[in-house]
């Protein structure tokens, strides 16, 4: 069972990270990012979650907590799971903790350590695909085309919330919010993984947390 904690502030390359470690691992990558901006676009509801989120701010522990524990229920996680982007508070460490506790499960943490700059340039120059969600980055990663996706030419947009005001403002909750599960981690009993997200294209940081895991089963 890999019960995988993807861990790290926005722009650290959770995302890209989880997508490329779902096919060396072979299990879901379960965002919760994604799950929510779903859920919102297909009832249009979840108000508050929805403003909470265009202003950069965390959405509440008990909708976010009642939302992931669905989705491990789902069969396709039964040999494991990434989570990306979850726990970000230590409400939610600890009611993960929880339910991996009440299965005899531990977590192993992977903390995406990223420079503050390169966050800042990452964040500022994102785009994504609105059809099929691949991410893009006007310096490190841009389209063939201007603008346009390399899977489907459709025109390529910011997410809402990496606008300068809001990147702050996440970040701030970050450091508010999210960094104490990080301190939290460190003095548990949990099997961590510290990596430079810093200085290796994405594959190259793939390959490391992949051989690292893989190591890891063997003993
Ligand atoms: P992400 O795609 O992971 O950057 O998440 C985008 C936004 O969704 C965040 O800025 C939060 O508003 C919300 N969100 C995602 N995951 C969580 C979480 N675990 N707890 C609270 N809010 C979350």
Known sequence: MKAIVLFGSPGSGKGTQAKLLTGCLGVPHISTGDMLRGEMSR??????????????????????????????????????????????????AMHLRGWLEGRGISEVVIHLAVDYNIVIARLSGRRQCPKCGTLYNLVLKPPQRDGVCDLDGETLAVREDDS????????????????????????????????????????????????????????
């Open 43 to 92: 009832s249009g509801g979840m108000t508050n979650a929805a403003a909470a989120m265009q202003s950069g701010l965390l959405v509440a522990d008990d909708l976010v907590n009642g939302m992931v524990e669905d989705r491990l229920a789902k069969p396709d996680a039964v040999n494991g799971f990434i989570l990306d982007g979850y726990p970000r508070t230590l409400p939610q």
């Open 164 to 219: 300068e005001r809001v990147i702050s403002e996440r970040l701030a909750a970050y450091d508010r919010q999210t960094r104490p599960v990080l301190d939290y981690y460190r003095t548990t009993p949990v099997r961590m993984l510290e990596i430079d997200g810093s200085q290796e294209s994405p594959e190259r940081v793939s390959e490391m947390i992949c051989r690292a895991l893989k190591t890891d089963d063997r003993t």
